[in-house]
């Protein structure tokens, strides 16, 4: 989340939570910051675990995904569609960060699809 701030400062204005964060501290241990990135964190934590319980359909994890979509669509003043996909980059800095050596070409790719994928029914849900 920090990465996306910080590559789209603009963003920042659309989430009056984060009104007093500052950007440039590499830390970020503002509470409203921190819960937000535990949101983001939480969305695609609980895609990946419906999808594991029932790997046979998706449904779940899409309806969550298009009330994502749903909810930004409704609360967050000004957002455009492809805001989304402007999270991509700083969602594969975070996990190359968590697997460190274990983050390979494969690694990266199954994580770009499964962006992707979180992606398309997030917009789906904002486009509805």
Do not use: W
């Not at 805001?83 to 996990?95: G, N, R, S, V």
């Amino acid at each position: 989340m920090h990465r996306y701030l910080k590559m789209c400062p603009e963003a920042k204005s659309k989430y009056p939570k984060l009104a007093s964060l500052d950007i440039t501290s590499p830390e970020c241990s503002d509470p409203a910051f921190e819960g937000m990135a535990s949101n983001y964190l939480k969305v695609f934590d609980e895609v990946i675990t419906s999808v594991e319980q029932t790997p046979a359909d998706a449904s779940s994890a899409c309806q969550r995904l298009n009330s994502v979509g749903k909810m930004h669509r409704n609360k967050v003043n000004g957002m455009k569609f492809d805001d989304f996909q402007q999270l991509e980059a700083p969602f594969l800095f975070m996990i190359s960060e968590v697997l460190q050596d274990r983050y390979n070409e494969k690694a990266e790719m199954l994580f770009k699809k499964f962006f992707q994928f979180c992606l398309r029914f997030i917009l789906e849900g904002f486009n509805s």
